[in-house]
Structure formats: C-alpha cells, structure tokens
C-alpha cells in the first residue's frame, strides 16, 4: 500500500508530536499570498489543535521561514538538518508539517528524520478517521482516504516520468516498483468501488428519511470546526450530543427537534462537522451524503467563534459557496450568523464585533450570544421561529362537512390553526410554508385554500 496508508489508532500513551508551520512567500501556499489573511501564528496555532485532536502530545511548535520550496526534501538542507536534530533531541515521533507535501517529499523527509511525518491533509484525515462513530462516517471517511492514496499514487507516477526525462507510458516504466503501484492502484480502486456501492445504499436510506419529514422545517447548524456547535445544538434540543474542546469532535450528523418547539410545529435541528480552512476536496466529496442536509435545510446556522479571526468565517463561507449555496446565503429569511462565545469577550469588544459583522453582513441577521446562556438560546429559538413563519403565508380553507383527514393534517403541519364552525362545515384559517400548501392541494384536491388577506 502506499506510503501515507492509514496509521493505526494511536496508543494510549499519546505521541510526540513536532507541528512546522512553513511560511513560504509564494503562490498556492497555505500563507503568503493567503486569501484568507490568518496570521502564522494562528495557523501555527490551529496545526496545534489538529494535532492534540489526534492525541498528540506538542513537544515542539515552529514556524519555518521558505524562500524557495525544495522538489526532494520541501525545506532546504539547512532546515533538514536542524529539525532532524530536534526530531532527535527531543524523541520526536510524528512531524506535522501545515502543508501539502509531494509523495516523494514525504518520503524523503521520514528517511532522513526516521520518523513518521504527517501532511496537513494526511492528518486531517487520520482524525477523522479516529473520530468517526457511525457506519455511514466511516465509509465516508474510508472513501476519502482512498481517493487521497490514490491521488498520491498517480502523483509519484508523474514524478517517476519526470525524472525519466519523457512521457514513457507505463510500459517505459515496467519494474517491480511500477507493477507494485499497479496491484495498490487496483486494490485501491476495487475498494473504492465497494465502498461506493454501500454508501448509495445509505444514501437511498437517507432519502426515503428525508421524505418522511419533508413537511418539517429543518434548521441546520454549520461553522468552523470548535465554533461551538454542538453547545448550542445541546442547549436547544436537551440532546446529549458530544462537545469537547477539540478539534472535529463532531463528524456524524445529529438531528433531533427543539426542545420547546410548537407542539403543532416541531423544527428539526441539526448538528454537523465542522469545516475548516483548507478543507481536503476528498473529504468534502466523500461528505456529500451529510453536506446534502445542509442543503435542503429552510435555515442555515452559521455559529461562529467571535473570538476567532475572519478567516474562519470566510473559510465556512468559501465551502457553503463551493455547495452551491451563494444564493441562500444572502436571504435574510434562510441564513443567520450567531456570534458565538460572546462571554469570553469584553462588552466594549464585543459590541465592535456585533458592528463589523453588521457592516459585512448587510441585511443578513447577526445574534451575538453565549451557547452557554439558557436565555439567549431562547432568543435565537424565538428569532428561528419568527424566520421560519415569515415564511409561511396566512391562508383559509373551508370544508363543507367536517374533513377529519384533512383538519388532522393542518393540525400538525401548520403554524396557528384556528377554526370557526361555519353551518355544518367549518373555516380554518392557519400559516403554511408555500411547500406545504402544495402539498395540502396535492392530497386534498376537492378543498380550496386560499391566501386570507385579512393580514
Ligand atoms: N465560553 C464559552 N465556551 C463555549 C461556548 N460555546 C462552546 N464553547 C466551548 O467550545 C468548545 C467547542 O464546543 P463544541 O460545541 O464541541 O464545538 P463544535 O462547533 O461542535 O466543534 P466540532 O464538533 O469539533 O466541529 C467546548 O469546549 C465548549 O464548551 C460559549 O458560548 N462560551
Ligand atoms: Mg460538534
């Protein structure tokens, strides 16, 4: 298998970690030219954080200056040599390197510090990997790894072909190492395929689930992985979800309804992973199934970390724009930003913040708030509610006779039902979502209900 194949779970005596951050003054690079504009040492700092979520223990951060990136080793001798020292000195077990490595790179970096070295993506990866829970996780997370192994694979091809001087098909190539490639690339994809299959299988599952609460409003919360999602998720539904100061502590999606929720109108919460900056494609490819709630969602959370730079909100920005979701995010009525963590946060700073995101957000909602405080989440169910109901239209429907089926059907899919007895029939007047009523003429085509522009 390849050479940055899955690392077994990490024992319980946590590893010796060294975290590099490169600052490289160059294009395509996690910094320099970063669109995102986070400091090195915030970088430095959340390359940390992944780390420990891996169990590491940090026994040494730094950041590494690069001028030029090296094809062979990534940093020059100079800084080979120096690091391999304190890999020595200080019985280093893993190196995390905040970058993205070639394949032969990798390689050469462990055979000169004998030990492991993990890339940006690889520990994500193995994160992942360790934090998923559910079978449907990880298959999504396994099909994620073997599209990355393959990716590395087809990368050292292209490097062999480099260093041959020419394209020389595969053929021009032949030798044990090559046919070694081949059986991995085989295996990989004969797996990946079996994997596919399985996770289809879930995603029809999935589906039919979705159909089944289709007339439910569903709000969905997203953000930076720690933004503090889970919290809040916990202190709107009373669910024993897991929230842990670590880094993808969630990665199997929760849903459950809010807690005090209109009895005739329950609205369905869920929790999902985080994202991050920089986010491996293959994750968000293999995360389709989860991300597709995000998409079907009447409301998008975005909880933030008001203690965090910018780069995290654009970050969470830059993957909801890449899900196709640009146009939900600039309606008032389906995306609001809760400015999260406000207590760990001065008053005088914090109204500063609430005014940049005001500045930014144009006609978007912003709430600052502490998931911690019972009171505030209570604002945002009430602000969640009045979203949601803006989005309903009043209407009136009259049944002649008394039309069990469908007066218990307005009853629990409609906001506000009120009903008058008219002779032998009855007019209800309620708020449904234009879906919703849709769906009542579908199944009732012998009432008519109309808008009641009484309101
Ligand atoms: N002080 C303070 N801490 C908070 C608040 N909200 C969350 N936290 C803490 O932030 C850490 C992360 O919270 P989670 O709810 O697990 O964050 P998450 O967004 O679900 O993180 P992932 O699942 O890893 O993506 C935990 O230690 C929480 O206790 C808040 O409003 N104030
Ligand atoms: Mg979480």
Known sequence: MPDNSRLKAPPKAPLSAMVIHPVIKQPHSLNGHDP????????????VSLAQAFDCHISHKALVPIRNVRPSTFFTSGWCRTLGSLVRAKHIDIVCVNESLSPIQHRNLERLWHCKVLERTALILHIFADH???????????????????????????????QR???GGTRALAGPGEHQ????????????????????????????????RANLPHVVLVGYTNAGKSTLFRALTKAHVLVKDQM???????????????????????????????????????????????????????????????????????????????????NPLRYIEVLNKIDLVPASLARTIEQECNG??????????????????????????????????????TMKSYHAPAASWLYKHAHH?????????????????????????KLFPDLRMSRDVAT
Not at 36 to 47: F, I, N, P
Not at 142 to 157: H, I, P
Not at 193 to 212: E, F, M, N, P, S
Not at 417 to 441: I, N
């Open 181 to 212: 490639r081949e059986s991995d690339k085989r295996q990989i994809q004969q797996e990946l395929t079996r994997v596919k299959t399985r996770l289809k299988a879930i995603q029809r599952t999935r589906r039919v689930q979705r159909k089944g």
């Open 36 to 47: 995102l504009q986070a400091s090195s040492a915030c970088l430095l700092q959340e390359a």
């Open 360 to 397: 930014y957000a144009h006609r978007r909602p912003v709430l600052s708030l502490s998931a911690l405080d019972p009171d505030a989440c209570q604002k945002l169910y009430r602000h969640l509610s009045a979203m949601l109901a803006t989005r309903h239209r009043r209407y009136r429907v």
């Open 248 to 330: 993808f502590a969630t990665l199997d999606p929760t849903m459950r309804a809010i807690h005090d929720s209109h009895p005739t109108q329950k609205i369905i919460l869920t929790d999902t992973v985080g994202f991050i900056s920089h986010l491996p494609t293959h994750l968000i490819a293999a995360f389709e199934a989860t991300l597709e709630d995000v998409k079907r969602a009447d409301i998008i959370v975005h909880v933030r970390d008001c203690t965090a730079g910018a780069h995290q909100r654009i970050a969470v920005e830059q993957v909801l724009t890449s899900m196709g979701l640009e146009e939900t995010m600039s």
């Open 132 to 162: 998923a829970r559910s079978f449907e996780g990880r298959l999504q997370v396994r099909m994620a790894e073997l599209t990355y192994q393959k990716s590395r694979l087809v990368r050292t091809w292209t490097h062999l072909e480099r």
């Open 417 to 441: 039902v009120t009903h008058q007895q008219e002779g032998e029939g009855a007019s209800f007047t309620l708020h449904l979502s234009p879906a919703d009523k849709q769906r009542f003429c």
């Open 165 to 167: 001087g020419g394209t």
